[in-house]
Nanobody, 121 residues
Framework: QVQLVESGGGLVQAGGSLRLSCAAS????????MGWYRQAPGKHRELVAT???????NYADSVKGRFTISRDNAKNTVDLQMNSLKPEDAAVYYC???????????????WGLGTLVTVSS
């Protein structure tokens, strides 16, 4: 079973930057998407950004222009560079992977344990 391990969370002042990293425990050769979700206290988990193995990227409107997602397929990693952080960005950030079969149907979904991002105002 593939495992995802996140790192890079922490405390930062508003306006500051953090970089989150996520490493998969093994290579995935099928079409897949990796990304980041976040969940603040009392709120639903929400998409932050995703990037497919083909390089297609999707951002939540709330982070466009401030966050940048990237991946290294050779190293099985996905990073999230977060700039101009706001107090409302504070949450537990979860790394996510979904793997697709030949027909485009998802057959595997994996979540990391999460890393806490705290933004002080």
């Amino acid at each position: 079973q593939v495992q995802l391990v996140e790192s890079g969370g922490g405390l930062v002042q508003a306006g500051g930057s953090l970089r989150l990293s996520c490493a998969a425990s093994e290579s995935i050769f099928s079409s897949n998407a990796m990304g980041w979700y976040r969940q603040a206290p009392g709120k639903h988990r929400e998409l932050v950004a995703t990037i497919t193995s083909g390089g297609s990227i999707n951002y939540a409107d709330s982070v466009k222009g401030r966050f940048t997602i990237s991946r290294d397929n050779a190293k099985n990693t996905v990073d999230l560079q977060m700039n101009s952080l706001k107090p409302e960005d504070a949450a537990v950030y979860y790394c996510h992977m979904e793997v697709f079969g030949p027909m485009g149907l998802r057959y595997l979904e994996v979540w990391g344990l999460g890393t806490l991002v705290t933004v002080s105002s």
